[in-house]
């Protein structure tokens, strides 16, 4: 299968699993909204919040994997794979603006604390959320293991978050039902906004390493050099570069071989070494640059991690 068949394919399921996510999103903010008129709890007014982002947050990404899909043109020869990154890192704001409105209201509950009513409406709402998101989640699960797209990893983690906030939610309802615990609503929704912080840090984090092109885990960089070597007319590799951007990697090599081969032998030895490499590397877009064996030429070299970033000569 080529590049462009593999991204197509890669492309539909990122699609489909953006238009999952928005639907979902809708869907949540109807019944959630209904559910907070009739029982003014601040737990749910979190959870309808945080559907408004998720929606909101949807609708970017939904842009963001139609532009990163679109093929690489005159003026972006690398492709638009960065505009993932660039949605998850808005995602994050957005993720962090809904745990800071949380918190702010869920301060004012306890400082002025109120009853909540019609909770067995909450209850039942919370319930249905809390099954509809969990067969999302695991269809993004299934999409990201097959494409490795950030931005649907972004949304996956988005929508985990939900569980955790729907399930405190729909315990808070419980306890404010039968034990009339008060106080416990508006400290559930205070003790989610402050995980939903922690959790946006984490995709602004992800997307960052991306728009920053670092290089692929040392893992996979090892991998890239073991599957080079492996081939018994490789005698050497050397600069390997890397970076991801959205659902493609790009790898860089220079291979050596021996001096005295033919450029044809040279391009098929290359060749077969991109075969293998792209086999580990599906959404990978590779370049080999073939040596002759023992000739001497510049080379960058870089510090270990920490060190001064100043380059070897």
């Given at each position: ?8 394919r ?11 996510s ?8 109807v ?17 309808l ?13 939904l ?5 990163a ?19 998850s890192?808005?995602q ?7 745990a800071?409105?949380?918190?702010i209201q ?59 906030l729907?399930g405190?939610?729909?315990v808070?309802?419980?306890a404010?039902?039968w034990l ?5 609503d ?18 602004g ?5 991306q ?27 050397h ?12 790898i860089q ?13 040279a391009h ?14 599906p959404?990978?877009?590779v ?5 002759p ?8 070299s870089?510090p ?10």
């Open positions: 299968m080529s590049l462009a068949e593999r991204t197509a890669a492309g539909a399921l990122m699609r489909r699993a953006t238009f999952a928005v639907t979902v999103a809708a869907a949540m903010i019944v959630k909204l209904i559910a907070w008129l009739l029982t003014d709890s601040v737990s749910l007014l979190s959870s919040l945080d559907s408004l982002l998720d929606a909101a947050a949807s609708l970017v990404n842009l963001a994997v139609q532009q899909l679109v093929p690489a043109d005159r003026e972006h020869r690398f492709g638009h794979g960065k505009a993932e990154p660039l949605a890192l808005g994050a704001a957005f993720i962090a603006g809904s800071v409105l949380l918190i869920a301060l004012h509950h306890i400082l002025t604390p109120q009853p909540v009513s019609n909770t067995g409406i909450g209850i039942a709402v919370m319930a249905f959320a809390i099954a509809v998101t969990l067969v999302l989640v695991a269809y993004q699960r299934s999409v990201v293991r097959r494409t490795g797209s950030l931005v649907v990893r972004a949304d996956e983690f988005h929508y985990r978050t939900d569980l955790v729907n405190s939610v729909l808070s309802l419980l404010t039902r009339g615990w008060v106080y416990l508006p400290l559930f929704g205070g003790a989610i906004g402050f995980w939903i912080v922690y959790g946006a840090w984490e995709v984090k992800t997307a960052t390493v728009l920053m092109d670092r290089e692929l885990p040392d893992e996979a960089r090892a991998r890239i050099r073991a599957i080079a070597l492996a081939h018994p007319q490789v005698r050497a590799v600069d390997l570069r890397t970076r991801a951007a959205g659902p493609n990697a790009f090599i220079h291979v050596e071989m021996d001096g005295k081969l033919t450029l044809e032998e098929r030895i290359s060749d077969a070494v991109e075969v293998e490499i792209l086999a580990a590397f959404q990978a877009e370049m080999i640059h073939q040596d064996e023992g000739i001497d030429e510049p080379r960058r870089f270990p991690a920490g060190a001064s970033p100043k380059l070897a000569s």
